[in-house]
C-alpha cells in the first residue's frame, strides 16, 4: 500500500511544469530582447558546464541536490543523517536519451568531509538491485578506479564506451570504504536506492543488497555523447517543485510529468534529454531544510551548469503563495503576493536568457480542496494574479496552461478528480499524462 504523503512533500508543488500547450491552452511568443534591467549573475562563467553544442555532452539523467535530514513516518527513513560505512550503493536510473559513451557526476555539495570513493560502476539494470550479466563496466576518475570529492565538490567520472538507447535503465554502483559523514541526497524519489555491506561492486545479483530507501544519494547526473556535437541533441530541465519532483506518480513507474516527456520525445526520435531538477516543497525566496535552497539560489547548479542544457521549464510559486500553519518545512517566510513571486520569476528568465535559453512557463494548478491546509481565498486571489502575468506577460517563449488542463469545469479552483492523487492536489498518473500531451515539442528544438 502507498504510503500517506505529508502536507510538507504534497503541498510544496502546487504548481506544474512543462513546456507550450497547443489547442488553445497556451500561448508562444517571439523571444522578446533582452531585458534593460540589470543581469542576474549565478556565478563565473568558468565555473559553468559547457554546452552540447561546445562538448558534444548532453545530461540523460538528473537529480537536484539537497542537505541531510532525517526522513519521517509520511516519506519513510533515509540514510542521508547517519550517511554510509563500509558500503555498496546501487541507484537504478531512466535514461532519457541515448549515446555511444557513458559518464555519471557526484555531488558532495552538503558533506562534512572529503566524500572517499574506492570504486564505481555501471550495468544495465535487470530489476530492483540486480544487474545483466556481462554488462558491468568499472568506471574511473581521472584514470584512477579511486576518487576523493571536496566537501562542497563535484566530479565527473571519465567516460567509457558504452551504448545506451532512449529510456534504458542503468545500474550504478558506488563503493565506500569507510564512513562518509552526512550525504548529500535528493531526499524524494519514485525509485529505491539500494545498500549492501561490504565489498559489492561487481555483482550481478541482489542477494546483498538487503536494505533500501526511496531516496537518492550523491549521484547528481548521468551523461551521455554521440561523440558528435553537430548532431542535434542536448537538454531539457524541468526546474521546480514537488509536481517536477513527481509526488503523485505511482512508485517505480516512471510516470512523473519529466518521465512522460521524456517519453514523447523518443517516440518523436528526437535526440534531446530531459533532466528533473525538482525538488518537492521548494519555493522561489526562502531555504528550506525539507525542501533545498531557494530556487534563485540554486537555479545556476541545478539549470545552467548541467551540461548540454538548452531549455528550461520553469513551474515554482506555489509554495510561496500557500498558506503554511504549522509547517516546520515552509518556515522562515510567511505567504508571499503574486507581485514578489513574479518578480523572482523575472530573475529566473533573466539568468536563462543570459546563457541564450528557451524558458517556458507553467501556470500554477487548482489548489481548493486539497486534503491539507493550503488554500484560502486569499491564495487563491494570488495564484489567478501569477497565472495571468505567466499567461500574458510575454516573459516565457512559452506556457502550459496547467491550471487549464487540470481544472474541474464544474469549479475551476479544484482539480479534476480523474487526475488528482489521493492527496487532492497532485496529478495522479492520468494527470501528468495529459500535461504531458498538452506539450509542443517544437518549442523544445
Known amino acids: 500500500m502507498r504510503r500517506k504523503l505529508p502536507a510538507r512533500v504534497a503541498a510544496p508543488l502546487a504548481g506544474l511544469t512543462a513546456a507550450a500547450l497547443v489547442g488553445g491552452l497556451g500561448y508562444v511568443w517571439p523571444r522578446p530582447a533582452p531585458a534593460a534591467a540589470q543581469p542576474v549573475s549565478y556565478g563565473p562563467a568558468s565555473q559553468r558546464a559547457a554546452s552540447f553544442k561546445t562538448t558534444g555532452w548532453s545530461q540523460s539523467w538528473g537529480a537536484a541536490m539537497q542537505r541531510p535530514i532525517a526522513g519521517g513516518e509520511d516519506e519513510g527513513p533515509n540514510w542521508s543523517v547517519e550517511g554510509f560505512g563500509d558500503h555498496s550503493l546501487r541507484q537504478v536510473v531512466r535514461l532519457s536519451a541515448g549515446g555511444t559513451k557513458v559518464r555519471i557526476r557526484l555531488s558532495n555539495r552538503y558533506g562534512t568531509r572529503p566524500l572517499r570513493v574506492a570504486g564505481a560502476a555501471v550495468a544495465r539494470s535487470a530489476g530492483g538491485a540486480q544487474a545483466w550479466p556481462g554488462t558491468t563496466v568499472p568506471l574511473s576518475f581521472a584514470g584512477a578506479r579511486s576518487a576523493t570529492v571536496t566537501p562542497g565538490g563535484e566530479i565527473a567520472s571519465d567516460p567509457v564506451p558504452v551504448a545506451t538507447a532512449p529510456l534504458e535503465k542503468l545500474a550504478v554502483t558506488l563503493r565506500f570504504p569507510g564512513s562518509t559523514g552526512p550525504a548529500t541526497f535528493h531526499r524524494f524519489t519514485t525509485q529505491p536506492a539500494y545498500r549492501a555491506s561490504g565489498d559489492h561492486l561487481s555483482d550481478v545479483g541482489a542477494d546483498a543488497y538487503t536494505t533500501s530507501t526511496d531516496a537518492l544519494y550523491y549521484l547528481t547526473g548521468v551523461e551521455i555523447t554521440n561523440g558528435n556535437n553537430r548532431t542535434g541533441g542536448g537538454t531539457v530541465v524541468a526546474f521546480g517543485d514537488s509536481l517536477i519532483d513527481g509526488v503523485g506518480a505511482a512508485p517505480g513507474a516512471d510516470a512523473r510529468l519529466p518521465d512522460a516527456l521524456a517519453e514523447r520525445l523518443a517516440a518523436a526520435r528526437s535526440p534531446l534529454a530531459v533532466v528533473n531538477a525538482g525538488i518537492g516543497g521548494n519555493r522561489l525566496r526562502y531555504d528550506s531544510a525539507c525542501a533545498g535552497e531557494k530556487a534563485t539560489a540554486r537555479f545556476a547548479r541545478d539549470v545552467l551548469d548541467r551540461p548540454g542544457v538548452r531549455a528550461v521549464i520553469v513551474h515554482l510559486g506555489a509554495n510561496d503563495i500557500r498558506v503554511t500553519p504549522g509547517d516546520p518545512c515552509l518556515r522562515p517566510g510567511g505567504p508571499a503576493t503574486a507581485a514578489q513571486v513574479i518578480d523572482a520569476q523575472r530573475r529566473l528568465v533573466r539568468a536563462a536568457r543570459a546563457r541564450g535559453l528557451t524558458v517556458i512557463g507553467t501556470t500554477i494548478l487548482p489548489m481548493k480542496g486539497a486534503l491539507f491546509p493550503v488554500w484560502t481565498p486569499q491564495v487563491e486571489k ?33 482539480p479534476r478528480l480523474s487526475y488528482v492523487y489521493q492527496d487532492g492536489l497532485h496529478p495522479n498518473d492520468a494527470g501528468y499524462q495529459a500535461l504531458a500531451r498538452g506539450i509542443d515539442l517544437r518549442v523544445l528544438r
Open 382 to 414: 494570488e495564484r489567478d494574479a501569477v497565472n495571468h502575468w505567466i499567461r500574458t506577460s510575454g516573459a516565457y517563449d512559452a506556457v502550459l496552461d496547467a491550471d487549464r488542463i487540470m481544472s474541474d469545469p464544474a469549479d475551476p479552483d479544484r
